[in-house]
């Protein structure tokens, strides 16, 4: 950026405040180590061809820090950077340093983030949609805490309203039926499987007790009963999928705390909120949204968005900088009236984060499986566990960016192959364990980087892997940023790949003393960044398959 403005004090460059610099990773190591597109982002405001616009940065690019061997102009436009190899070296010695520690920064430094997740309904199992949005939460936690941020981790649990009713009304019917009354079940009721569970489990533990009681009152009582039997197994299943929170915050909270009322309260004195036929409106059009929405209908009855807001004022009221919500893809249209709701309470707009996650094909045997959780037909995210694993079943997810859809393909995901791209890194960790196991059988110690001449890794599928060991920590910092832990995989996938190429071509333990401390030393700092990278996503790092 300095030479920027160096050209635009020489008058070679148009003045103005400057574009934002993005460093990108060029896919081909002729194209450097760093490419920028910044010539081409000014070209309009220069109205200048870029390559000329880059020519003239390159003239007043200095090499003040020494670590820039060339630049070239590419392409249309792009300006490419190479940097010395001893510049490369150097991030060995800190990750050695470091050890576990490699990759942490203070980016996140004083700064606290809640990160809401998953908060599926307590009314069905969980399916492989909400494993997508449980492991991308739990990975974009992990990473947020490795470069910094004080992060705490929130379910929410829609335990009040419509889907409740329903809840205690399809139980309400099944129990009626095991109780042997012949019953009409509603169209729109849950008709899976474990709505009959727990429909059998309450008459075999309580009888007939429910069938003097009135209707509206058995709906309310068996609906409670079945989300906290539902609620206990979804705890189940995450704490074996490895998903955790610090906090399961219940809907129902803001109601018996009075919350909700009193925020709802403050909004209409501040002149947010208006009645129009006996309903109350919130003004989200006044922050950009494109219709007002009701907050309290006119039978009295409260909505999602009431509590919503109440919701995330409390979250702000707990001291948090940065909220990340991070939802399933139908939920589009909400984000909208959610950032006039947080400009209302007099937040900043950009204090509030959400990621939207697109929904998971699941394929078995050349067939898409059918997922409803009204109707039944859907695959758990248990069932999924129980057949390929935990440790693909989270990789998996985490293949495509969050909005994308995602193809599960279960047969994949159970091959013990180099095609299963979970297997594929997890085999590059145990293959240096193997490495350094017969090592020691030879009496060789594993080297610290004082030990090593690390000059000797001048190969260049040894540079490349020393360059993707040295990238670790900015591309965690990158991800934190730009909210995308889906990235992890695609590195884990090119790190994996370099090595399993490079101990295919070269020996690693060899006759040549230095160079077998060299190479053990290299092997050593892709063993460690792959246990963290793995480690983030929740998986596991096996010394041996």
Request: negative net charge.
């Amino acid at each position: 950026m300095q030479a920027i403005k160096t050209g635009q004090e020489r008058g070679e460059l148009a003045d103005g405040p400057l574009p934002p610099l993005t460093l990108e990773y060029p896919k081909e190591a002729r194209h450097g180590d760093y490419a920028t597109n910044i010539a081409m982002v000014m070209a309009s405001r220069e109205q200048r061809p870029p390559r000329e616009i880059a020519e003239t940065i390159l003239r007043w690019l200095k090499d003040e820090e020494e670590i820039i061997d060339r630049v070239e102009v590419a392409g249309p436009g792009f300006i490419n950077f190479f940097l010395k190899e001893d510049y490369w070296r150097h991030f060995l010695s800190e990750a050695d340093r470091q050890g576990e520690r490699y990759g942490e920064g203070e980016l996140g430094a004083g700064k606290r983030v809640l990160v809401e997740f998953l908060s599926a309904n307590p009314t069905g199992p969980l399916h492989i949609g909400h494993g997508r949005i449980g492991v991308f939460g739990d990975a974009l936690a992990n990473i947020l805490e490795k470069v910094g941020f004080e992060v705490e981790r929130e379910y929410y649990v829609n335990d009040i309203g419509t889907q409740m009713e329903l809840l205690g009304r399809s139980v309400y019917m099944r129990y009626l039926q095991e109780c042997g009354k012949k019953v009409e079940f509603p169209a729109d009721g849950y008709q899976g499987a474990y709505i009959r569970e727990i429909a059998r489990q309450i008459k075999e533990g309580e009888g007939d007790r429910y069938l003097p009681l009135p209707e509206g009152r058995v709906v309310d009582l068996l609906g409670q009963k079945a989300s906290d039997v539902i609620l206990r197994s979804i705890k189940d299943g995450l704490k074996r999928f490895r998903v955790s929170f610090d906090r399961w915050y219940r809907e129902g909270d803001l109601y018996r705390r009075g919350l909700a009322p009193r925020i709802l309260e403050e909004l209409q004195g501040r002149g947010y909120i208006y009645e129009l036929d006996g309903a109350l409106w919130f003004k989200s059009t006044l922050f950009g949204d494109e219709k007002d929405r009701v907050v309290v209908r006119a039978n009295g009855a409260t909505t999602y968005f009431a509590s919503d807001i109440a919701y995330h004022q409390d979250k702000y009221d707990r001291g948090y900088n940065l909220l990340i919500d991070i939802w399933g893809a139908d939920h589009h249209g909400y984000i909208p009236r959610m950032e006039a709701a947080i400009q209302a309470l007099g937040c900043d707009k950009s204090s509030f984060k959400v990621v939207l996650v697109q929904l998971v094909n699941l394929w078995r045997g050349g067939e898409q499986v059918s997922m409803s959780t009204r109707t039944g037909e859907f695959t758990s995210l248990q069932e999924v566990m129980d057949e390929v694993g935990v440790d693909a079943c989270r990789y998996f997810f985490m293949l495509r960016r969050a909005d994308s859809p995602l193809d599960f393909d279960l047969e994949l995901a159970k091959k013990e192959g180099l095609e299963n791209p979970v297997y594929y890194v997890q085999y590059g960790h145990a293959r240096i364990a193997s490495i350094f196991k017969k090592a020691a059988e030879r009496g060789i110690n594993v080297p610290t980087f004082s030990e090593v001449n690390a000059s000797l890794l001048r190969l260049s599928e040894e540079t490349g892997l020393i360059k993707r060991v040295a990238i670790f920590p900015e591309l965690l910092e990158g991800m934190a940023l730009s909210l995308e832990p889906h990235r992890l995989t695609s590195y884990l996938q090119d790190l994996a790949g370099l090595f399993h190429s490079y101990y295919n071509k070269h020996m690693v333990i060899s006759g040549d003393k230095e160079m077998t401390k060299a190479r053990l030393f290299l092997a050593k700092s892709i063993k460690a960044v792959l246990q963290s990278a793995l480690g983030l996503l929740g998986i596991v790092a096996p010394e041996e398959m």
